[in-house]
């Protein structure tokens, strides 16, 4: 089993900053992919931003410039932080991981959600 535990999310006013955390427990013999989605009211989930193993990113095009995702391997967790903050970006942000378990000869590849964290910009 693998367990997730999000924190960082919150209340902040338009312009202001927060910094998201994800750390990963449980059975995880390597962790592949890192990324954070999020889902505002009455809308899809969306990627917001995903960190490969190398530390390629990719962002959405909606925070490009203001988000950055980073990832300490050493404490399986991986990190968003986030400037400029918006109305816009007020949504539950979920924290997602690829990774591979298994036993030594019956490897295999899943992912993992987080339970998700509210972050609400508003005045």
């Known amino acids: 089993q693998v367990q997730l535990v999000e924190s960082g999310g919150g209340l902040v006013q338009p312009g202001g900053s927060l910094r998201l955390s994800c750390a990963a427990s449980g059975s995880i013999f390597r962790l592949n992919a890192m990324g954070w989605y999020r889902q505002a009211p009455g809308k899809q989930r969306e990627l917001v931003a995903q960190?490969?193993?190398?530390?390629?990113?990719n962002y959405a095009d909606s925070v490009k410039g203001r988000f950055a995702i980073d990832r300490d391997n050493a404490k399986n967790t991986v990190y968003l932080q986030m400037n400029s903050l918006k109305p816009e970006d007020t949504a539950v942000y979920y924290c997602k991981i690829s990774y591979i378990s298994g036993t030594t000869y019956a490897r295999y590849t899943t992912d993992a959600w987080g339970q998700g964290t509210l972050v609400t910009v508003s005045s």
């Open positions: 960190i490969t193993t190398s530390g390629s990113t």
